[in-house]
């Protein structure tokens, strides 16, 4: 299947440690990047390849992945990760398809 | 830094090119794609080109409808939209890529990442 699914809304006290789901076939091949959006601006990756961060993003943002699910983790969640999260993959064969997860709604309390 | 343009509003069945236009960087040197997010809607992948700008890559909702190119020499992504459609209404988004392949352990592992994005551009189909 080409779809990536996660849920769609979660919620964490502000200090505790949230993690969300993307699943899909493909990722049993490719790891996902993942990528958080504040509204009305653009996304911004915060997780890529096995479990790298880019340049700015703090150390409690965390990615891992086992069989079709990869999984993005915040430890210490803070009032500025509220935000939508979406996973993303490309498939490297053929047409070269690219895929966006449904996004989950990551909602700090 | 990735700074877009040519958005705006269009009846239906009009055209529209967008232009990404980039800076500090090769830009020659890395694959580029289009992603778009209708109002109150999820990101959606629309098209992807290689570095020489000899591949191109679609969507199946714009396939045939749509056309992603570039030019080296100035820098600069495009986006052609043609019979532009009320469904076509999104923030459009460009978006460098870039990936790795490898052994992690015994298993062959891949990965792509878009970094960084352009600031978006609204495309608005309406009569």
Redesign the interface.
């Known amino acids: 299947s080409s779809e990536l699914t996660q849920g769609p809304a979660v919620s964490v006290a502000l200090g505790q440690t949230v993690t969300i789901t993307c699943q899909g076939d493909i990722l049993r091949?490719?790891?996902a990047?993942w990528?958080q959006?504040k509204p009305g601006q653009?996304?911004?990756?915060v997780i890529?390849?096995?479990n790298n961060r880019?340049s700015g993003i703090p150390d409690r943002f965390s990615g891992s992945s086992s069989g079709d699910t990869g999984s993005l983790t915040i430890t210490g969640a803070q009032a500025e990760d509220e935000a939508?999260y979406?996973c993303?993959?490309?498939d490297?064969s053929g047409?070269?398809?690219?895929?966006?997860?449904?996004?989950t709604k990551i909602t700090v309390l | 830094q990735l700074l877009q343009s040519g958005g705006g509003f269009v009846q239906p069945g009009g055209s529209l090119r967008l232009s990404c236009a980039a800076s500090g960087f090769s830009f020659r040197n890395y694959v580029f794609?289009w992603?778009r997010q209708a109002p109150g809607k999820?990101?959606?992948?629309v098209a992807?080109i290689s570095a020489g700008g000899a591949r191109t890559?679609?969507?199946d909702s714009v396939k045939g409808q749509f056309t992603i190119s570039r030019d080296n020499s100035r820098n600069t992504l495009y986006l052609q939209m043609n019979s532009l459609r009320a469904e076509d209404t999104a923030v459009y988004?460009c978006a460098q890529?870039?990936?790795?392949?490898g052994y992690?352990g015994s298993d062959w592992?891949?990965?792509?990442?878009?970094?960084?994005?352009?600031?978006?551009t609204l495309v608005t189909v309406s009569s």
Do not use: H, I, M
């Open positions: 091949v490719y790891y990047s990528y959006q653009a996304p911004v990756l890529y390849g096995k880019p939508d979406y993303y993959c490309r490297s047409d070269q398809p690219r895929f966006f997860g449904t996004g | 794609n992603v999820g990101l959606e992948w992807g890559y679609y969507a988004y890529e870039e990936s790795s392949r992690s592992v891949e990965a792509s990442w878009l970094d960084p994005w352009g600031q978006g």
